[in-house]
């Protein structure tokens, strides 16, 4: 059919029909031409949704990731935070909430944003987010005290949280190969995940982090006019990939309209699978934020490897400092930055069975495998640095994995008229509801030990991966 549709499209723009193209043929050669452009125009649609969501994804995470690199500097910058009536002492604490701040509206601004992208449309969402992203690292730039360094990483939390549920449900109602879509997604967000903090960790070694703040505003900037420009159908993948019943919403709906409809609408999506679902995640955000918020510290007393001057690596014109105060390299973060970077293969890996076999089956066996990998992870890292590297790739693997599992299960078990709400939902889960893992994992580490916090991680997963198995089943029972 492919070449026949070549040959007919060269046909087409050739100026006269060859002599043996008889009138009982023009028919099918109708039917090749229109069949070769609709699947020309759905590729095209497909590429550049894609294109757009896997650029706007990386710009949200490399963001994300270079904010904690600033913390060590504000700690020794900075002393008190003027309050006018008050000063409070810069402490570990402070700069916690004050950055908590931010991440905490990257989690629980999804789920508005999961709202209004069902009323306006996904690019003009992700357009804003590129944009205020970007002002808020200009903010960051020209902030003259930690008071405004708070108001620009609130402006980035709020611009950052629309994102999730307008990339996704741009991919799971635009793109026809939605698993494909949802692993090169997942592989843009770990390539930010782990280039963020190394471009800024590498930049902070030259210049001052106000300077490098203004220089990481740029590429969000550019990604913004690039997304104004992007040209793509967002419900093209609707007829042939919409999502399960459940609600009063089908799939031509536009989401809902107002705060009674949101009430009316949600209580219909919990009362359904997507229930089930929303409980994966949460576990699955919790085990996240659990697991990578002290490993850097774990992997560091495993290595036992004295920082590395930088000038042992570069000429001493280069190292800027005196020779007492010249940067070091931590080699914890960079071992660190490479098991988030391994969840690239995840993504793909992922992404790519979750066109190939039930998702429900996807998440009980990446659930299964990372609550083995938190058991074995302690007992495989003391065996030395070898090992170590081998379970941190693992984990870095199927952490990743089941991210488009759970992201084309959200895909199954909704109506693609409010796909928005439900992937606002999801990410509220994630990353709101997520959040948490890191003070558990802190309380677990400050009253028994990292045996015990191990235990918990797999303890998430296990509970994961068994909703997995409800889910599972519930697609092999007959309704």
Not at 337 to 351: D, P, R
Not at 355 to 366: A, F, K, M, N, S
Request: hydrophobic share 55%.
């Amino acid at each position: 059919m492919l070449r026949e549709f070549l040959v007919a499209r060269t046909v087409c723009h050739s100026n006269s029909l060859p002599l043996t193209l008889s009138a009982r043929s023009l028919p099918r050669l109708h039917m090749i031409i229109r069949v070769g452009l609709v699947r020309e125009r759905v590729n095209r649609n497909d590429r550049a949704i894609v294109a757009l969501v896997m650029l706007a994804h990386g710009m949200v995470h490399t963001y994300e990731l270079s904010i904690p690199i600033f913390v060590s500097i504000w700690l020794s910058e900075y002393t008190t935070v003027e309050l006018g009536l008050a000063a409070v002492p810069v402490t570990t604490a402070s700069l916690g909430v004050m950055v908590g701040l931010g991440f905490a509206l990257f989690g629980l601004g999804a789920l508005p944003g999961g709202v209004l992208v069902d009323r306006v449309g996904s690019k003009r969402l992700i357009v804003a987010c590129l944009a205020g992203m970007s002002a808020s690292f200009v903010l960051l730039a020209a902030a003259p005290n930690l008071v405004v360094v708070a108001l620009a990483l609130i402006l980035w939390g709020a611009a950052a949280s629309v994102y999730h549920p307008a990339g996704l449900r741009l991919i799971s109602t635009g793109v026809e190969e939605r698993g494909t879509g949802f692993a090169y997604h997942g592989i843009a967000g770990n390539l930010g995940i782990g280039f963020g903090p190394f471009l800024t960790a590498l930049l902070l070694l030259f210049f001052d982090w106000q300077l490098v703040a203004g220089v990481l505003a740029i590429p969000a900037l550019v990604a913004a006019v690039f997304a104004t420009r992007a040209d793509f159908e967002e419900q093209a993948a609707v007829t042939a990939a919409d999502g399960g019943a459940g609600t009063s919403a089908d799939k031509s709906s536009t989401g809902v309209s107002s705060l009674g409809e949101f009430f009316t609408e949600s209580r219909a999506l919990f009362a359904s699978g997507f229930a089930l679902v929303f409980a994966v995640v949460m576990f699955s955000g919790l085990y996240y934020r659990g697991v990578t918020t002290f490993l850097p510290d774990l992997i560091d007393s495993v290595l036992d490897i004295d920082p590395v001057p930088l000038s042992a690596l570069l000429p001493t014109a280069l190292v800027p400092g005196s020779a007492a105060g010249a940067p070091t390299l931590e080699l914890e973060l960079y071992v660190y930055a490479g098991l988030l970077t391994i969840g690239v293969v995840g993504q793909y890996v992922g992404g790519k069975l979750t066109d190939r076999i039930p998702t429900e089956r996807g998440l009980v066996v990446g659930f299964a495998a990372l609550a083995v990998v938190a058991v074995a992870f302690l007992p495989v890292a003391s065996l030395g640095v070898a090992p170590l590297l081998a379970i941190c790739a693992l984990l870095g693997f199927f952490l990743f994995m089941v991210q488009p599992f759970y992201q084309a299960t959200v895909a199954e078990y909704t109506p693609a008229g409010l796909r928005g709400l439900s992937y606002g939902f999801t990410y509220l889960g994630v990353f709101g509801v997520g959040a948490l893992g890191g003070a558990i994992a802190g309380f677990v580490l400050d009253v028994a030990n990292s045996t015990t916090l191990f235990l918990v991680l797999a303890g998430f997963a296990a509970a994961a991966s068994l909703l997995g198995v409800t889910l599972l089943r519930k697609r092999a029972t007959p309704a």
